[in-house]
């Protein structure tokens, strides 16, 4: 796709400053940018890099400007115009509808006319697929589960029996959705499964990353918001609730029972113990371990940054005995005090 | 399946109180349980839910019998008769014995009749595949390996060339087991790889959750034991010996050569470094670091709570000088002490 | 393949001590070994088992020769000679060249003669299948994707559209290579994508582990150097770069843009933030997390250690209050200070 610099200013809100006719095919970083590439800011560090820029436009905050002499397309939020713009010209590439003839779709599935089930792909009876979605190479759909439309399976993804995907959903290789919970009673020393009965239901517009993997719940459902985004590598226990628009970045584990707000992040190798309520707005910093509800809005850690060994070594020793060393200071305190009021006396 | 509440207390040992023989089809949670569905209290904390339920009939501890005034079925462990309950009234579905025609089946391959080998799925020369086991959509079972009967691998499972799974395992979607163990030796600034020659050999009654990796190992072999759970996305690399029933949650990585006791817990995303000895009733918390063995049964933790992140950071701060903290707290003491010695004299 | 002690000391610049026309055809530990295996002392705490080993030989540092009473290959570097053994008697097995009948492979793909497409893979168009490359069952090659010479996807790997692989490269199963980077924009309450343009370019020797993850650059290319090791459930996020010959253990994660030097090693379950730069020959301990650029070579950690709960818990309470708690011992230090030069006065 091509368009004008004025053309993008009119679908996204913008001003144009300079040539709003150079032409634009694609977007691009500003070091790698040419004549028909639109460039953007995406942090004011990077300011001076501007100068070099060989980009047709540039996509800067009204702020930004002066720091620039080319052509511009000047917006309220830079990095948001980026993305719209990218996705307008490099759409994700369409397909022809149609089964391969190496899927194995069930005769007893619904499959809508304008989807595509890929190569090696399974369908499994009472499935449902949706208008536009495409099933790509190796997938799995169990049966009974749906499919919103135009949503993506790219390739290797399993959706367990009778879970649901919304519409406009994007699912990486590998990503597991309805594996069984992790639910066993003990009977003497061995573990008694807990059969796994419920599904999981996932929202519109809804990502999931590589080789995540989300477990139907035990009995009622596990339950991913509208808008929800997660990462890579990513685990959701049974019986997990995640609010609308929460985003989850890669090698978080939740655990079972967790109900996590709206507009969370949680930022990756996170970890959420099990049967707590995290409220709306919480954003917990990366490698940190939520292990009791979270009832205010606000940003919560437990990160410990890595230092050299020889100086960590010695902390770490000390904090293995941070509670007698605190006794010691409390003893010190009591004594100087008691000196203190001796003398006094 | 359905049964009446009599039928069900004879087979687990418990006790009935109110109508002997109300109808129970299904297991649910208190709050969507109908007259046909048996609940229990996971909780006592959900008590309260009791007066509220319309369940056909509740599974009971003795001690809570006064909170419910419906049908019960008195036992020692609800939990447990509930996972029972459970399995009997929902059991994994049977299948139909025989082999896809899309699967690629060697010749050289041992299936028993009572097998079934889904869609896609690979199974290749001198595997063993025993009486009842299900080979789900895509699966991959290499030379020689062997899976013991009653075995269910769900779909998209690798269970690498040589490796053993027993009798009456699960396997969940993505479970890679017997990929090669992480073992290079350094050949000046480069790695040369050391091959990874022994098996995995996984006992009977084992879980494998979705996404989890089991290395091979290098000479001799990584070995799971009866009854062990595994959750998802859990890594155990090679030369790993996990003792009988013990339970790993999701994401704990444990690395090579480290043998794990019996009727051991790991919390999730826990993680054990290589060449360790954890004996039997051991239970790590979520999020802990085992980094030497562990002689004595018990509860270890190193894991550090979120919490608000301007209070963490001046709490983080300072323990990266807790070493010079200690050494003023000591000079402290010294100076006091001299003070009171002066004093006396 | 069958070898006597002279050969391999002629191939590996050892030297013989003993029988030198011992034969040899495998590798083992020292407790497994027979009269036809060679074995070798990984570490000097078991050279009490050299007394009683059936191993036909032992690969041994001249250090150790005393030791020892049987036949012996001396040698500078007994575990890279034991390796590069390993890799003589025990070779990856060869294939016969070819396309499995059901693989899927676009007349727009080319494809080397001398390589494999196993059963059920998928090569799209315009992918370049390299000389001797084996693509394993139920593989995924997107289109324009390059796989160099002699590359092994054992099974069940995803090559994205258009990713590159080097030569000589092993991927175990589940490895996902080019999912998207993990890319929003905020757009009110909602995220919208920023479309993942760049490719991941793998060089030459690089391993993957099992259900490792590389996620595709946002606009410029995801890089991974020649040499480079990553074992299993490892998370490689948008536009990060790996110099040649780091080796990273299993489940760490890397986040989005940061640069990792040379010859680097990261311990298992390490994870490292996004937008940094770490020089080279830089060692992260296993669970620490790195949160600012690191300039200097060395070890570096934040780790922590497990130890009983009940200690554990006392002391990171304390740790909650490590601020108050410095306070405490300033206002301590000041008191004294005070009362020491009234006294003085």
């Not at 820029?53 to 830079?78: F, R, W």
């Not at 200071?329 to 001796?342: I, V, W």
Request: with cysteine; proline share 3%.
């Amino acid at each position: 796709m091509t368009v004008n610099l004025a053309e993008l200013a009119r679908r996204f809100q913008g001003k144009v400053r300079g040539d709003a006719d150079v032409v634009i095919e694609g977007v691009a970083s500003l070091q790698t940018a040419g004549p028909r590439d639109i460039a953007y800011i995406s942090d004011r560090k990077y300011l001076s890099q501007l100068a070099g820029t060989k980009a047709g436009a540039v996509i800067l905050a009204e702020t930004d400007v002066a720091h620039y002499s080319g052509s511009a397309l000047i917006v309220a939020n830079p990095h948001l115009c980026f993305a719209q713009v990218a996705d307008l010209l490099h759409p994700t590439p369409g397909f022809r509808p149609g089964v391969h003839p190496t899927a194995v779709v069930s005769t007893a599935a619904k499959v809508a006319a304008t989807a595509w089930i890929g190569p090696h792909a399974v369908v499994e009876a009472d499935a449902m697929i949706g208008e536009g979605v495409y099933i790509g190479a190796g997938c799995y759909v169990g049966a009974h589960a749906m499919i919103g439309s135009k949503t993506r399976l790219v390739a290797h993804v399993v959706i367990g029996e009778r879970c649901v995907a919304g519409n406009d959903c994007l699912f990486h290789p590998g990503a597991v959705i309805g594996s069984d919970g992790f639910g066993f009673a003990k009977d003497g020393e061995q573990w008694q499964k807990v059969p796994q009965l419920g599904r999981v239901v996932i929202g519109d517009k809804v990502e999931v990353g590589a080789n995540t993997t989300v477990d139907r719940g035990a009995l009622n459902d596990t339950v991913i918001g509208d808008g929800v985004k997660l990462d890579n590598q990513i685990q959701i226990a049974h019986n997990v609730r995640i609010g609308e628009n929460t985003a989850i970045a890669a090698c978080v584990g939740i655990a079972g029972s967790t109900i996590i707000g709206k507009r969370c992040t949680l930022g990756g190798q996170a970890g959420v113990t099990g049967h707590l309520e995290i409220v709306d707005d919480v954003h917990v910093t990366a490698g940190s371990l939520v292990t009791s509800s979270i009832t205010q809005p606000g940003v919560y850690s437990s990160s410990l940054k890595a230092e050299p060994v020889e100086k960590w070594r010695r902390n770490a020793a000390r904090l293995h005995h941070l509670d007698e060393i605190v006794q010691r200071l409390a003893k010190l305190e009591e004594r100087l005090q008691q000196h203190f009021e001796e003398q006094k006396n």
